[in-house]
C-alpha cells in the first residue's frame, strides 16, 4: 500500500518505488513530469529582501524589522475621546448609504473656519471632530483646548435646537397637527401587545386544563336529605330509641335472578342490624 504524498512529491515516492522493484514498470506519465516536474511549495521563510531593503529596516542589534509602521491620525485619538464623553450620539441615526461620488470638503475651512457654527446649526459628531482638528492645525491652539472648544460649542448647538424643535412641536400642536407615536412609544404598544396575547393564550391553556380535569374527575350526585354533618350523633340517637335505619331501596330489594341467588329478607335485616 503506497502512503499518501503531496502531489510536488509524487514522481519522487515512484522513482523510489521503482529503484527498489515495488513497481516493475514505469507509469506512462512518469518520464513527462520528470521532464515537467511540478512547482516547489512556497516556502516557511519569509523571502529574502534586497540589500537596499536590508540596509534601510536594520535595526541597531543586527535583526531586520518587517513590520509595517503604525498609521496614527489626530482625529482617532479626538474621535474615541468625543464617544467617550458622548456615548448616546452613537444612537443617533445615520445612513450609511454611500452616494456615486466623493463628498466635498465645505468652503469653509482652515484659518476662515473659526466657529463650529459656520457649517450650520444642527452639527454631526464628525463636524465637532474636524472643527477641533482644525483648531489645532490653523489656529495654534494645543489639542485639549481645541478639543474643549469644539465640545463646548457642539453642546451649545445641540441645546439650542433641541429648544427650538420642542417649541415647534408646540406651536405645531396649538393649530392642530397631529404627530404619530414616537419610537418608545411604539415600543411599549409592541409591548403591550404582545402582554395581551400571551395573557389570552395563557388564559387558553388554563381553561382547556380545566376542561381536561373536568372529564377525569368524578363527580358524586347528592341521593338523600340535604343538612349539616351531625358527626354521627343523629344515627347513636336513632339507635338508642330502637328506631330502625331506612336504607336506598336498590339496597333492599331482592335481585332478578335464579332461586339460589336471591338473599333472604332476615338475613338483609340481620346485616342492616349490626
Known sequence: ???????????????????????????????AVLQHPPLPLPSRAPPSRSKYDKDQNKNPDGRHETEPIRIHYIEDRIRKQFFKDHPFETFRPRTLVEEGRIEEEHRVRGKQWTRLRQR?????????VRFAVNLYEHHNVSLSNAYATAVAQFRALRSEHHLMSAFAAQEAEAYGAVFGPTPIEEIFNIETRIKEQNARRQL?????????????????EHAGPQGEWSKGREYVRLWREGVRPSYERSLTTPLEGPADTVVPEEEIDRMGSR
Do not use: T
Open 120 to 128: 450650520g446649526r444642527n452639527p454631526q459628531p464628525e463636524d465637532c
Open 1 to 31: 500500500m503506497v502512503s499518501r504524498r503531496i502531489p510536488s512529491q509524487v514522481h519522487r515516492q515512484v522513482g523510489r518505488l521503482l529503484y527498489a522493484q515495488y513497481l516493475l514498470h514505469e507509469p506512462a506519465w512518469y518520464q
Open 204 to 220: 387558553l391553556l388554563n381553561q382547556n386544563e380545566r376542561n381536561a380535569l373536568k372529564h377525569w374527575r368524578a363527580v358524586a
